[in-house]
Every structure is written in C-alpha cells, then in structure tokens.
C-alpha cells in the first residue's frame, strides 16, 4: 500500500491575502483595483500584520508604483494615524514634501483620483480651501445656468447657501 503525501492548504484567508499582495508584486492585474480590494478586505490582518502601513512596509516598500496609485496607499496609511515621515519611509518615490502634500489634499476633501501630492506649502499659508462636492452633471448645469441669469457664480451661490443652512449669513 502506497502513501500519498498530503499538501496542506492555508487557511482561505490567508491565501486570498497572500493572493492579493501576489498580484501586486508582480502586476498582473489592475494594480488600482487590486489596492483597493486590499483595502476593502483588510487583506493585512490575516497576514498577522496590524495595519495596511505594516504589511505594506514589509511586501512593497522596495516597489516603486505610478503616481497616479501612490494617495490610495497614502491615504489608506494616514487614515491608520501614520505620520508624514511614517509615509516618506514606507512608499518608494513619496518624499517628506510629497507625503505632507498628500495629507493636506486628504484633509481638503480631495479625492484619491485627483490627489497629486505635490505643491510645497507657501511661506503664507492660502487664504482659502477648495472644498469638493459631487454634483450629478446636468444639475450642475442647470444651476450654473440659474447663477449666470442672476449675475453671479454658482461658487458664490453655494457659498451663501452654506451660510444660511449653518446659520452663519449676516
């Protein structure tokens, strides 16, 4: 009688993990969608790693991605609590400058999509802070519309419109 050998397999978990870390190492997928999966399924943590800034760090830190990709993974860390500097060491290609640029864009509201991570801060600090909403596209239009027929801006439109619903107007 023979004896065949028995293969144990991991735990499920920790092959989708070990599967979604994989593909981004060697890109074979959709590096954007594969982040963002990582994300989504805290795909770390079956890993034994505490956090996304942890697994990264160990996995991917000698791995330099496009630009485009870098606020998903940096976002994701801040939203850890990491630091600037936490940030600069861990994601080849995000400098000091780059990381604190991309925290000021997180607070701000941009999203990962237009998050760019560059632009130095100025001696004195801007005036004002853009603020993003998501608008559909034709109600857009219909305000700008609107706006324009009174001789003003949609921006100053919804700037008043904020002071009024926060009880703020003069």
Do not use: C
């Amino acid at each position: 009688m023979s004896r065949r050998k028995v293969i144990s397999t991991p735990d499920p978990a920790v092959a989708w993990a070990e599967k979604l870390w994989g593909e981004l190492r060697t890109g074979l997928f959709s590096v954007e969608k594969t982040i963002a999966q990582i994300i989504h399924d805290k795909a770390w943590e079956p890993l034994g790693y505490n956090s996304f800034t942890e697994a990264w760090s160990a996995k991917l830190a000698d791995i330099s991605i496009a630009s485009e990709l870098r606020a998903h993974v940096v976002y994701e860390m801040y939203r850890e609590g990491a630091t600037e500097e936490d940030v600069a060491r861990a994601v080849k290609g995000v400098g000091l400058d780059s990381a604190e640029a991309f925290k000021r864009e997180m607070e701000n509201g941009v999203p990962t999509s237009l998050a760019t991570g560059r632009g130095k801060p100025k001696t004195k600090p801007d005036e004002f802070i853009t603020v993003f909403v998501k608008v559909p596209r034709e109600q857009h239009r219909k305000w700008s519309r609107i706006a324009k027929r009174n001789g003003t801006t949609l921006p100053r439109i919804m700037f008043a419109a904020t002071e009024v619903e926060m009880g703020e107007q003069k």
